[in-house]
């Protein structure tokens, strides 16, 4: 993985990380580790800092996107479902948050499952680059006091 940054007078980088190459990771139970190699020829820097964040849901919903046949820019989407779960689709224009923090896209949400699985059909696009995910949510209870 390499991160460009622009070296400052005292040789240290400028708010980039450097050119480095990831030697190794390992995780197993609540430990990781990793190993940076720096890439050859690369300036020398110094790692201030790393981010690591524990997705609040693991489970991965596999979501479809093809092109609408009857209006361009439009698209379908679908994806696995359950009965008794509703489903928002959620969109972001970069991946510096977890999908679950995304915004709903255009009132998609509270969608119930529909098992086997569940289609959006003729959603408009925006923008040259968009992210899209699907947040599974339990319905919520019937009666509450």
């Given at each position: 993985?390499?991160?460009?940054?622009?070296?400052?007078?005292?040789?240290?980088?400028?708010?980039?990380?450097?050119?480095?190459?990831?030697?190794?990771?390992?995780?197993?139970?609540?430990?990781?580790?990793?190993?940076?190699?720096?890439?050859?020829?690369?300036?020398?820097?110094?790692?201030?800092?790393?981010?690591?964040?524990?997705?609040?849901?693991?489970?991965?919903?596999?979501?479809t996107i093809t092109p609408n046949a009857s209006t361009p820019g439009n698209f379908d989407f679908e994806w696995d479902s359950q009965e008794g779960k509703l489903y928002d689709l959620v969109s972001a224009t970069d991946l510096t948050a977890a999908?679950?923090?995304?915004?709903?896209?255009?009132?998609?949400?509270?969608?119930?499952?529909?098992?086997?699985?569940?289609?959006?059909?003729?959603?408009?696009?925006?923008?040259?680059?968009?992210?899209?995910?699907?947040?599974?949510?339990?319905?919520?209870?019937?009666?509450?006091?």
């Amino acid at each position: 993985m390499d991160y460009n940054s622009t070296p400052n007078g005292n040789g240290q980088g400028s708010g980039g990380v450097g050119q480095f190459a990831i030697g190794t990771f390992t995780a197993s139970g609540s430990t990781q580790s990793f190993t940076l190699v720096g890439a050859p020829g690369a300036t020398p820097a110094i790692l201030t800092a790393i981010q690591v964040r524990q997705l609040s849901d693991p489970a991965t919903i596999q979501l479809t996107i093809t092109p609408n046949a009857s209006t361009p820019g439009n698209f379908d989407f679908e994806w696995d479902s359950q009965e008794g779960k509703l489903y928002d689709l959620v969109s972001a224009t970069d991946l510096t948050a977890a999908p679950d923090t995304w915004p709903v896209y255009l009132g998609n949400e509270n969608i119930p499952g529909t098992a086997p699985t569940n289609t959006l059909t003729g959603v408009p696009g925006s923008g040259p680059t968009r992210f899209f995910a699907v947040v599974e949510k339990d319905l919520p209870p019937l009666l509450s006091e």
